[in-house]
C-alpha cells in the first residue's frame, strides 16, 4: 500500500514537473529545429577533424603504451554510433 502511494506520489510530481518546464512544448521544439542534429554530428564525426582531435586528445590524456589501445578503442565505439544512427541502417 505504501509503495503504491509512494508510486502515485512520484508520478504527480513528475506531470508537474513537466507542466512546469513546458516539457512538450520543448520536445516539439527540439524537433523542430534540432532533428537533424545526430546526422550533423555523425557526419562530423566520421571525418577527419574530428579524427584529429581524437589522437590529441587521446595523447594529451594517455601513457605512450595505452595510446594506439585507447585510439582503437574510440574509433570502435565512435564507428559503431555513426553506423547505427545511420539512416540507412535504422532501414533494415
Same mark, same amino acid.
Not at 581524437?54 to 555513426?82: D, I, K, S
Given at each position: 500500500?505504501?509503495?503504491?502511494?509512494?508510486?502515485?506520489?512520484?508520478?504527480?510530481?513528475?506531470? +508537474?514537473?513537466?507542466?512546469?518546464?513546458?516539457?512538450?512544448?520543448?520536445?516539439?521544439?527540439?524537433?523542430?529545429?534540432? +532533428?537533424?542534429?545526430?546526422?550533423?554530428?555523425?557526419?562530423?564525426?566520421?571525418?577527419?577533424?574530428?579524427?584529429?582531435?581524437?589522437?590529441?586528445?587521446?595523447?594529451?590524456?594517455?601513457?605512450?603504451?595505452?595510446?594506439?589501445?585507447?585510439?582503437?578503442?574510440?574509433? +570502435?565505439?565512435? +564507428?559503431?554510433?555513426?553506423?547505427?544512427?545511420?539512416?540507412?541502417?535504422?532501414?533494415?
Amino acid at each position: 500500500m505504501r509503495q503504491a502511494f509512494a508510486h502515485d506520489a512520484v508520478l504527480e510530481l513528475l506531470e +508537474g514537473a513537466d507542466e512546469h518546464f513546458e516539457t512538450e512544448r520543448y520536445h516539439s521544439w527540439c524537433d523542430e529545429h534540432l +532533428g537533424h542534429l545526430d546526422e550533423v554530428v555523425a557526419e562530423w564525426v566520421s571525418g577527419p577533424d574530428f579524427d584529429r582531435l581524437l589522437v590529441e586528445t587521446v595523447q594529451a590524456t594517455y601513457p605512450a603504451h595505452e595510446q594506439e589501445q585507447f585510439l582503437a578503442h574510440f574509433r +570502435g565505439l565512435l +564507428g559503431m554510433w555513426v553506423r547505427d544512427s545511420s539512416p540507412v541502417e535504422q532501414a533494415r
